[in-house]
């Protein structure tokens, strides 16, 4: 079993709404340099998506959840067939209902990931992926980094996080974005 951490992140390392759903001044960065950027298995999923299991915070997966299941591209079917976690106090069990496949997580979300025997995959969820980095559960990083600069918002890394050495597993372009893995030494 191991935990991925996909994200869509700015040069400066900001994640902050990246689609402009929060209505943030800056939102929407990503999407700016185009469909090919952000489109289809950018952070190459493949099979992890077949046998793994998607961990969301709330906010992520009511998003998703009013994006996906109206899709029907091959990815779109991953995303919608995925086993989805969602991690929430404010949502109830009949909620769920909005995205097939998805269970509302009881409990410490670092808790399902020790005791969860599939590939765990985290998707955008700032405060999930916090959580997880600060039990030292993260094991890879799947960062698509895009050519903007935005001096202010949430970052991934922040200034006072826990320490992790990282090795680069690989990078390439996708669009306008650049794809790279990052895999905690040792793991």
């Known amino acids: 079993m ?9 040069l400066d390392g900001v994640v902050t709404d ?57 990815f779109a079917a991953r995303m919608n067939a995925v086993p989805k976690l969602v991690v929430s106090r404010s949502l109830a069990p009949g909620d769920m209902s909005a995205w097939r496949n998805s269970q509302l997580l ?15 995959v985290v998707a955008g969820s700032l405060s999930v992926v916090r959580q997880l980095m600060a039990a030292d559960l993260v094991d890879e990083y799947r960062l698509l980094t895009f050519p903007t600069v935005l001096g202010a918002g949430r970052r991934l890394f922040p200034a006072d996080g826990p320490h992790a ?6 990078s ?6 650049v794809l790279t893995r990052h895999r905690r030494v040792g793991r």
């Open 2 to 10: 191991s935990v991925v951490v996909i994200e869509f992140i700015t």
């Open 18 to 74: 990246p689609d402009g759903s929060q209505a943030t001044p800056l939102g929407g960065w990503a999407f700016r340099h185009g469909p090919e950027a952000v489109a289809g298995d950018k952070f190459r999923l493949g099979r992890t998506m077949d046998d793994g299991v998607l961990l969301l915070g709330r906010a992520t997966w009511q998003l998703f959840s009013r994006i996906w299941p109206g899709r029907d591209d091959p």
């Open 172 to 177: 390439e372009r996708a669009g306008a974005a």
């Open 165 to 170: 050495d990282l090795e680069c597993l690989g």
């Open 106 to 120: 009881d409990g410490d979300p670092a808790d399902a990931v020790k005791r969860e025997r599939r590939d765990v």
